[in-house]
């Protein structure tokens, strides 16, 4: 009886293990992940996305002077970083951010906004624009540059805007694959937070 009952509770625990879902979009996934190369961060050194292999990497795009979907999205990361962090799980994750930016996200401008907004789980990429352009097709983002005209009391000025779509976030777990992404601009920081850790723990 006894080894029946013990069979049981490891039969249990081995189904709940197995029936996790990533709760994002697992569409065409898992894939290996797409590489970034001539890249520096934010202290102007070379970095790439397999340097962060063994960790769970969350992956977005944006630039430093976006006014309302970059600092949302970035805003969601950074509490989902915190509660990560609270969970003693500092070492096991990488938030990465690539900019479309390259003309103003120099890596001084993106080490001074690591520092300001305390992202210090962030790593912020940036290059060349011919270098940047070919990872933003890897990753079926696209870039446009804008110009629109603002009124500034009597005055009209005009100003370039950049916007690129889709807003889409990426889960890379720790061999290096994506495995699931989230779109849109309000991320569901309960279930990516559930997400990683799965991943972490997997």
Same mark, same amino acid.
């Given at each position: 009886m006894k080894k029946l009952l013990s069979f049981l509770i490891v039969l249990v625990f081995s189904t709940v293990s197995i029936?996790?879902? %990533?709760?994002?979009?697992?569409?065409?996934?898992?894939?290996?992940?797409?590489?970034?190369e001539n890249l520096v961060n934010e202290e102007?050194?070379?970095?790439?996305?397999? +340097?962060?292999?063994?960790? =769970?990497?969350?992956?977005?795009?944006?630039?430093?002077?976006c006014?309302?979907?970059?600092?949302?999205?970035?805003?969601? %990361?950074?509490?989902?970083? +915190?509660?990560?962090?609270?969970?003693? %799980?500092?070492?096991?994750?990488?938030?990465?951010?690539? $900019? =479309?930016d390259p003309k103003r996200d120099t890596p001084e401008v993106l080490k001074?906004?690591?520092?300001?907004?305390?992202?210090? $789980?962030?790593?912020?990429l940036t290059g060349k624009e011919e270098d940047l352009k070919k990872v933003w097709k890897?990753?079926?983002?696209? =870039?446009?540059e804008k110009e629109m005209e603002?009124?500034?009391? +009597?005055?009209v000025m005009k100003h370039k805007m950049i916007s690129h779509t889709p807003v889409i976030t990426f889960i890379i777990d720790k061999n290096g694959k994506?495995?699931?992404d989230y779109k849109g601009i309000y991320l569901p920081e309960d279930k990516i937070i559930q997400d990683?850790?799965? %991943?972490?723990?997997?």
């Open positions: 029936a996790y879902n %990533l709760q994002g979009s697992a569409k065409g996934y898992p894939k290996p992940v797409i590489e970034v102007g050194k070379p970095t790439k996305l397999s +340097d962060f292999k063994g960790k =769970v990497v969350i992956l977005y795009f944006g630039f430093t002077n006014q309302h979907v970059c600092p949302t999205v970035s805003a969601s %990361l950074k509490r989902i970083s +915190d509660a990560l962090v609270e969970k003693g %799980l500092k070492d096991k994750f990488q938030i990465v951010f690539i $900019t =479309v001074e906004y690591k520092k300001s907004h305390e992202f210090d $789980t962030f790593t912020f890897a990753y079926g983002i696209e =870039v446009k603002m009124k500034h009391g +009597d005055h994506i495995v699931e990683i850790e799965y %991943l972490i723990k997997k």
